[in-house]
């Protein structure tokens, strides 16, 4: 069926380090991609997204490109901050009225 | 102004009982949405409401039953309350194309 596949965690870096989460997804034809991230004691919130192959998402440093022969639409960040620490969640859209998350990716960031 | 907002934000009853959560958005979505996510963070949509119509029902237990009075209110009420309802609650809202969801901050239930 369709599904979104992330890295599972935690993942635990330093400051300034070098951030990729793993994100793949099954599907017919080429699904809306999204990551969403879940800040402490907050809800989810759009973090970037992708509409088509080939496009690349981007805000706040990170970026993710929608890869179809690979069908992954990684997450990366090249300096992470402390402020990134939160959970991380890729999702894929199934119609209008429906995304289906992965299981989300714990980040901690220490300084 | 908080986009999607609910309450409460904690909710901690015995077993057994009855309680509600409310959800009101001013985005001025259409369609609006309950998840549930569990002590590991995962995250499982419950229900989704278009224009005060229901569109999803995810097989969840009828003693959970969702109200929608307009388009900006969802409710989510929870009849018989069991140890394993426990869990963060988040509403959210959307305007259906492109499926941009807006979340509320959650409401952390906890039955005893």
């Known amino acids: 069926g369709d599904s979104v596949t992330q890295m599972e965690g935690p993942v635990t870096l330093s400051e300034e380090a070098f951030l990729t989460i793993n994100c793949t997804y099954t599907?017919?034809?080429?699904?809306?991609l999204f990551w969403y991230v879940q800040y402490p004691g907050e809800g989810l919130q759009l973090l970037l997204k992708a509409t088509k192959a080939d496009d690349k998402g981007s805000n706040k440093g990170f970026e993710a490109t929608y890869r179809k022969e690979t069908t992954s639409f990684h997450l990366e960040k090249g300096s992470v901050q402390v402020s990134d620490s939160a959970v991380y969640f890729c999702?894929?859209?199934?119609?209008?009225?429906?995304?289906?998350f992965g299981a989300g990716t714990t980040v901690t960031v220490r300084a | 102004d908080t986009a999607v907002s609910q309450t409460p934000k904690y909710l901690v009853t015995q077993m057994g009982n009855d309680k509600s959560i409310k959800c009101e958005q001013n985005?001025?979505?259409?369609?609006m949405y309950w998840y549930k996510q569990d002590s590991k963070k995962f995250l499982k949509i419950m229900f989704s409401y278009n224009n005060k119509e229901l569109i999803i029902n995810e097989t969840v237990p009828n003693r959970f039953s969702p109200k929608s009075p307009d388009k900006a209110h969802l409710n989510l009420h929870i009849n018989s309350l069991e140890l394993g309802d426990s869990a963060v609650y988040f509403c959210?809202?959307?305007?259906?194309?492109?499926?941009?969801?807006?979340f509320g901050e959650g409401s952390r239930l906890t039955v005893l």
């Open positions: 999702a894929r859209k199934i119609n209008d009225y429906k995304l289906s």
């Open positions: 599907a017919t034809g080429y699904p809306s």
């Open positions: 985005l001025g979505h259409d369609t």
């Open positions: 959210a809202s959307s305007q259906s194309v492109g499926i941009e969801l807006f």
